[in-house]
């Protein structure tokens, strides 16, 4: 009778154990770069934010989306393969397949108002304060949504969510929506975004002209 | 009202029931087990036609499932102590009306300058609360007909919903979440002390087994509040609205159903 309990509660034993056994694969660590900066007029008058090309766009619903590019540099793959395995040999959670750490960050944001937006800012004025980032339901200012990036990136296999190619590209995109409404309407407004990087490079882009009503 | 009808009328021929036996012939057990169901008749309104009458799983009007089962001991030849539960299903039909009617408030409201999210709390499910009470009970018997009045006190869970969901102003950055809850806490149900006078009547089929119906008032006292909250992601603001139930609330339950005793 002894026995028969004792082969019972073996077997869930090693049940578990083979069940635990996951194949995991290594990590692979990979390190990217800021390369790349567009810059784009958005519209949030309707339900959703929408990438806009019309000429007019309702002012207390504008906005400036970010897309910088990322661009993995350098493949160190199974670095800690050891480590991995062995833990990986009583749990079944597996790591990312993909790890990938930033060689710079993003240092501060920029917007310049290329033409008068309104008596307060002249062009050629820093314009910054009166965008908001927009991400799921936080609006903050861009210093302290810069200061709150994740760089570190974490995925498996195609993740929509940072809609990389097959060439390893990330994007991160960033909403600036516009919190002033009193912008003239006298004259088409153009903006100007400046991306700083902890490695000294800056990126520039102008918006598409835009007729704020 | 059929139900009514014939609780009124067992009670008018009560007397003659019991001038016809030899109370020499009873016998008094001490367990008695019971099991019945009947309709929940509220006597006064609970509801007050705002909006968030819609988040209380309760009707004014009568409700038709309810079941009952009853446990008492008699420690003497008279009294005893009895405890009750009483299961009062809600329809689903009524959780749909509900939904519907604070989907159509919300829309009355808010449609004209915003986008509703379409990702609602409140769901139709079948759900059912209940109470539980403990009371002392007096017993009086015939050869065929018994009669308990039992006065007892417990307590009654009435279920609650909580609604939120978001507001996307058109035309503007700016973005809202709409709540409706009961001091802005996600919870299932509120609970309420109810204060009950009852009674058992019926006829003995034989030795164990009777015929019963049961008559209940109880009234019970709420307080509680819904808030209204409208948070301004932009600004960060909150404007809160409140709607308060702090009421008596009465009911008389009516039912039928077989008691065993031993």
Not at chain 1, 179 to 186: F, I, L, P, V
């Given at each position: 009778m002894k026995s028969k309990v004792l082969i019972i509660f073996l077997s869930v034993f090693i049940i578990r154990l083979v069940v635990s056994c996951c194949d995991c694969g290594e990590t692979t660590y990979t390190k990217y770069t800021h390369f790349n900066l567009s810059v784009k007029n958005i519209d949030n008058s309707g339900e959703d934010i929408v990438v806009s090309t019309d000429s007019l766009i309702v002012k207390t619903a504008y906005g400036i989306q970010l897309d910088i590019l990322r661009k993995p540099i350098e493949q160190e793959s199974g670095m800690s393969a050891i480590a991995f395995t062995s833990a990986n040999a009583v749990c079944c959670e597996c790591g990312p397949e993909f790890e990938s750490t930033p060689l710079d960050s993003i240092t501060d944001v920029k917007v310049f108002t290329i033409n008068d937006f309104n008596e307060d800012y002249p062009?050629?004025?820093?314009?910054?304060?009166c965008f908001n980032v927009y991400t799921y339901k936080s609006f903050s200012s861009i210093s302290t949504y810069i200061k709150n990036i994740s760089y570190v990136l974490f995925y498996d296999g195609y993740d929509e969510s940072y809609e990389h190619t097959d060439t390893y590209f990330f994007r991160l995109k960033i909403n600036l929506l516009l919190?002033?409404?009193?912008?003239?309407?006298?004259h088409p407004h153009k903006f100007k975004v400046q991306v700083f990087l902890s490695d000294g490079r800056i990126f520039e882009q102008e918006t598409p002209e835009i007729n704020l009503i | 009202m059929k139900s009514l009808l014939l609780s009124i009328v067992v009670c008018c021929f009560w007397a003659h029931a019991f001038s016809q036996d030899t109370v020499s012939n009873i016998v008094y057990n001490k367990w008695h087990i019971k099991a019945s169901a009947g309709v929940n008749i509220p006597?006064?309104?609970?509801?007050?036609?705002?909006?968030?009458?819609?988040?209380?799983?309760?009707?004014?009007k009568p409700t038709f499932h309810v079941q009952y089962f009853g446990f008492a001991y008699f420690f003497t030849k008279h009294w005893g102590v009895e405890a009750d539960l009483h299961v009062n299903y809600q329809t689903q039909k009524m959780k749909e009306n509900k939904q519907n009617d604070l989907k159509q408030r919300i829309f009355d409201e808010f449609e004209d300058n915003y986008f509703i999210e379409n990702k609602w709390f409140l769901s139709p499910k079948t759900t059912s609360d209940f109470s539980c009470s403990l009371g002392i009970v007096y017993r009086i018997e015939s050869g065929s007909f018994y009669f308990y009045p039992k006065l007892s006190v417990g307590f009654k869970s009435i279920n609650v919903e909580t609604e939120r969901l978001m507001l996307k102003q058109k035309n503007s950055h700016n973005l809202l979440e709409l709540q409706y809850a009961i001091d802005n806490k996600d919870i299932d149900d509120f609970i309420v002390y109810p204060f009950s006078l009852s009674t058992s009547i019926g006829y003995k089929l034989n030795k164990k087994l009777r015929l019963n119906i049961d008559v209940a008032t109880s009234a019970y006292y709420a307080n509680i509040t819904f808030n209204k909250s409208l948070k301004n992601f932009v600004t960060e603001s909150v404007d809160i609205k409140q709607y308060h139930y702090k009421k008596t609330i009465c009911n008389l339950y009516l039912g039928a159903g077989l008691m065993i005793v031993f």
């Open positions: 062009a050629g004025t820093d314009i910054s304060a919190m002033d409404t009193s912008a003239t309407s006298q | 006597l006064t309104n609970f509801l007050n036609g705002n909006i968030t009458d819609n988040l209380i799983m309760l009707n004014d």
